[in-house]
């Protein structure tokens, strides 16, 4: 072996540290990067999976409160939400036909900060109508949430928490007025109100009757401006907003109770279900005539909207 001389081994050392170097402090950075996302990264849901959970839930059949099919729907929802935490919050409505159990499903992300953004649905089927198994009003928001559940549960965020609110009872058990309808949402809007927690609420986001594959999103005229002006940036921001906002029109529905009491709230509507709402309320109302993509659309504004809520940029929507 030929011995080295003095010199190369002292270059040789000075190459190594410089090599080293950078290479160690690219090595901390990375350890120092958050393996999870932060408020201002997008987030994507999947609405192949989404239309995936339609189809499980109405293979349960009619869904009303207190019905076999309802149970095994609240089954799969602890199932899904098993490694979530998870409130189940029972109470018995007075209804035209009686005193009834219902029981709404709340499942809470954490924040960085004491505010929420409610994102909500209703799970329940109208049980009026014979066969009725809802694919769109009721189930297409039931299975959105659900995915927008394995987003949450993914990526740790900054900014306020997210809870993911499933509400029992929003469907009339006769005729719909103010005191037979929207049992669920008028129970906790009252609950929370005296606990407390509505003042916390910096956002109600409602999805009902999302899933049609003619797509289009009604502009609510009952809707918090601002709020709505929030989810029009975010279907913009996403190039999503030609399914938006086509049509204005007020809408009774499970935000109500919370608009009552202050919270600004917006209900993401297609209340256009076939040519003259035709597939509305009837047999007909089935998994074929939903797309994977309007259920993606709606989750990504959905999730771009709590994305522009925790930076803060609803202020200029606001003005």
Same mark, same amino acid.
């Given at each position: 072996?030929?011995?080295?001389?003095?010199?190369?081994?002292?270059?040789?050392?000075?190459?190594?540290?410089?090599?080293?170097?950078?290479?160690?402090?690219?090595?901390?950075?990375?350890?120092?990067?958050?393996?999870?996302?932060?408020?201002?990264?997008?987030?994507?849901?999947?609405?192949?999976?989404?239309?995936? %959970?339609?189809?499980?839930?109405?293979?349960?059949?009619?869904?009303?409160?207190?019905?076999?099919? /309802?149970?095994? /729907? /609240?089954?799969?929802?602890?199932?899904?939400?098993?490694?979530?935490? $998870?409130?189940?919050?029972?109470?018995?409505?007075?209804?035209?036909?009686?005193?009834?159990?219902?029981?709404?499903?709340?499942?809470?992300?954490? +924040?960085?900060?004491?505010? &929420?953004?409610?994102?909500?649905?209703? %799970?329940?089927?109208?049980?009026?109508?014979?066969?009725?198994?809802?694919?769109?009003?009721?189930?297409?928001? #039931?299975?959105?949430?659900?995915?927008?559940?394995?987003?949450?549960?993914?990526?740790?965020?900054?900014?306020?928490?997210?809870?993911?609110?499933?509400?029992?009872?929003? =469907?009339?058990?006769?005729?719909? #007025?103010?005191?037979?309808?929207?049992?669920?949402?008028?129970?906790?809007?009252?609950?929370?109100?005296?606990?407390?927690?509505?003042?916390?609420?910096?956002?109600?986001?409602?999805?009902?009757?999302?899933?049609?594959?003619? $797509?289009?999103?009604?502009?609510?005229?009952?809707?918090?401006?601002?709020?709505?002006?929030?989810?029009?940036?975010?279907?913009?921001? $996403?190039?999503?907003?030609? %399914?938006? %906002?086509?049509?204005?029109?007020?809408? =009774?529905?499970?935000?109500?109770?919370?608009?009552?009491?202050?919270?600004?709230?917006?209900?993401? &509507?297609?209340?256009?279900? +076939?040519?003259?709402?035709?597939?509305?309320? #009837?047999? =007909?109302?089935?998994?074929?005539?939903?797309?994977?993509?309007?259920?993606?659309?709606?989750?990504?504004? &959905?999730?771009?909207?709590?994305?522009?809520?925790?930076?803060?940029?609803? #202020? /200029?929507?606001?003005?």
């Amino acid at each position: 072996m030929k011995p080295v001389g003095r010199g190369f081994v002292i270059w040789l050392m000075a190459v190594a540290v410089c090599t080293v170097q950078p290479a160690l402090a690219k090595k901390q950075a990375a350890a120092k990067k958050p393996a999870t996302a932060a408020s201002d990264e997008r987030l994507h849901v999947s609405g192949a999976r989404a239309l995936t %959970y339609v189809k499980d839930v109405v293979a349960f059949g009619m869904r009303p409160p207190g019905s076999p099919g /309802q149970a095994k /729907q /609240q089954a799969y929802l602890r199932s899904k939400l098993k490694a979530d935490n $998870l409130e189940e919050d029972k109470f018995k409505a007075k209804t035209p036909v009686g005193e009834v159990e219902m029981t709404n499903f709340i499942a809470k992300y954490p +924040g960085t900060t004491n505010d &929420i953004i409610v994102i909500s649905s209703h %799970y329940d089927t109208l049980p009026s109508v014979k066969n009725f198994v809802g694919a769109n009003d009721g189930g297409s928001s #039931t299975a959105l949430l659900l995915e927008l559940a394995n987003q949450l549960r993914e990526h740790k965020r900054t900014g306020p928490a997210v809870w993911l609110v499933w509400f029992d009872g929003e =469907e009339a058990f006769k005729t719909w #007025t103010a005191d037979d309808s929207t049992y669920g949402s008028r129970h906790l809007a009252a609950k929370w109100q005296q606990d407390g927690t509505l003042k916390r609420i910096k956002a109600f986001i409602l999805a009902d009757m999302i899933g049609d594959a003619d $797509l289009n999103v009604d502009h609510d005229g009952n809707s918090t401006p601002w709020l709505s002006d929030l989810v029009y940036k975010a279907a913009s921001n $996403l190039s999503r907003k030609s %399914y938006f %906002y086509a049509k204005d029109a007020p809408v =009774e529905d499970d935000h109500i109770p919370f608009a009552k009491a202050g919270v600004p709230v917006v209900d993401l &509507i297609d209340f256009t279900y +076939g040519y003259n709402n035709v597939f509305w309320h #009837t047999p =007909e109302d089935t998994p074929d005539k939903l797309s994977a993509n309007s259920l993606q659309i709606v989750g990504d504004v &959905i999730l771009e909207t709590v994305r522009l809520l925790s930076t803060g940029q609803e #202020t /200029q929507s606001k003005k």
